[in-house]
């Protein structure tokens, strides 16, 4: 649902957009008049940068030996000699100025675009009821740094007269299966003090039953907390959602047959994290085992069909449960809403130094598929294929299927949280120009 605003924030808009495209059009006189004929080469240097930076990058990941440290030396100096070529040539005020006014054209484009922001950009919230009466946590006191025991989780959650269960024993605990004896044994509540992995086998469960389930953030990045828009900085204050919560109901994502709360990834970077070193050394490990899998001499070639659309040979794949904001291509960025419905797909194919340079395109590169689907299959010439689902690793049977299941999980959340940032909207030249001209 979309806004209609009224006549004096259509004027707002309409100037906002007018000024916004006039200091896109200063920028550019800047660089002309106080450039001048050498205003050309100062755009030429400045571009060349770029692609030149952006190529060593990708050859410093795809290669080995002297010549990944030579282009990692070229990625560093490349950006450094362009500022010293308009320094030398007494143009790097003009630069600066000219990036300044072309950075405030973009922050008055996005408030011009801000009244285009649809309304409905919160999840609805439905009241927590009844209340649960045998509530059941399963806490990870190693998970993000010792958590639990730092802000005392598990007696504030007996105090509330919920039921916890410590994963601090030396054996694996299959987390799930604890999970499903406790509903068994009468809990009618569900929730974890862990990691987003953790978090996504339990709530996997609850749906399953149809019993709420609560995030406490004591995870280490706790992204699914981020977008159910939780207090990061205080997990305690998770434990609210008992007493005076409210529910969202959320969507989940499914990966054969294993639930996903926030992503699963295939390709490089699921190859990389099923390494055993990759735990103790993150940084050695990937740089150790890219190289190979970029150039594909080793790791499966995958295929993916994403409600229709063909993804040919992508070296990474990411699907999401629901899309990422603001064209995220690495599962960093947050989700507004995880009621969609919808699989946010991003698939990237990257053959070698040209087809990088090509990614500063954005959105409209060659090598990148950027779509929502329902349901996702991925094929590959092996018979099994690493996946990492919620940043954990696992083998799955080719071919594997993802699919989206519409609010299936009941998740109560404090009443009073951070909440989600108002996502920004996309900067569309067309959309000002329409509005500036008030067509």
């Known amino acids: 649902m979309h806004r209609s605003p009224g ?35 100062m755009v030429a240097v400045g571009v060349a940068g770029a692609v030149v930076t952006l190529a060593a ?27 010293v070529v308009h320094a030398l040539a007494g143009l790097l005020w003009v630069a600066i100025l000219a990036a300044g006014v072309w950075l405030l054209a973009g922050v008055s484009a996005r408030l011009a675009l801000a009244g285009d922001r649809r309304t409905d950009w919160r999840m609805p919230e439905y009241p927590a009821q009844p209340p649960a009466a045998h509530p059941f946590f399963i806490m990870n006191p190693k998970s993000g740094g010792g958590k639990v025991g730092k802000f005392d989780l598990k007696r504030k959650a007996e105090g509330l007269g919920a039921e916890v269960f410590l994963m601090d024993g030396p054996e694996e605990v299959d987390v799930a299966a604890v999970a499903r004896d406790a509903v068994a044994r009468g809990a009618d509540l569900l929730g974890v003090a862990g990691g987003d992995g953790t978090q996504a086998l339990v709530a996997g469960v609850a749906a399953q039953h149809g019993i709420p389930f609560v995030v406490i953030t004591a995870g280490t990045r706790n992204h699914f907390a981020l977008d159910l828009g939780l207090d990061r900085t205080d997990p305690a204050a998770s434990l609210d959602a008992l007493s005076d919560g409210v529910e969202l109901r959320v969507d989940l994502g499914v990966i054969g047959g294993q639930t996903f709360v926030n992503n699963a990834s295939f390709g490089a970077y699921a190859e990389v994290v099923q390494t055993p070193a990759y735990r103790g050394d993150k940084v050695r490990t990937t740089l150790e085992l890219l190289p190979d899998l970029l150039q594909g001499h080793d790791g499966a070639r995958l295929e993916a069909r994403a409600d229709g659309t063909r993804i040919e040979a992508p070296q990474a794949l ?122």
């Not at 990148?368 to 696992?394: F, H, K, N, Y």
């Open 318 to 439: 990411l699907v999401a449960n629901n899309p990422y904001g603001m064209g995220d291509m690495a599962g960093l960025g947050r989700r507004a809403r995880l009621d969609g419905g919808i699989l946010g797909v991003v698939g990237v194919t990257v053959s070698g130094a040209a087809q990088a340079v090509g990614l500063l395109r954005g959105t409209h590169a060659a090598g990148l598929s950027v779509l929502t689907a329902r349901q996702i299959e991925v094929t590959a010439d092996a018979p099994q294929i690493p996946v990492g689902i919620d940043g954990e690793a696992a083998r799955l049977p080719t071919p594997v299927q993802c699919i989206i299941r519409p609010r299936a999980l009941r998740v109560w959340v404090p009443r009073h949280r951070p909440g989600v940032p108002r996502p920004k909207p996309q900067v569309s030249w067309s959309r000002l120009r329409q509005l500036a001209f008030g067509r």
């Open 57 to 83: 990058a990708y050859l410093f990941l795809s290669r080995r030996g002297v010549l990944r440290w030579v282009s990692l030396a070229v990625a560093v100096l490349t950006p450094i000699a362009v500022i």
């Open 7 to 41: 006549p004096e924030a259509i004027r707002s808009q309409r100037w906002l957009a007018r000024l916004s495209l006039v200091l896109a059009a200063l920028a550019v006189v800047i660089i002309v008049v106080f450039a001048r004929l050498a205003s050309f080469g």
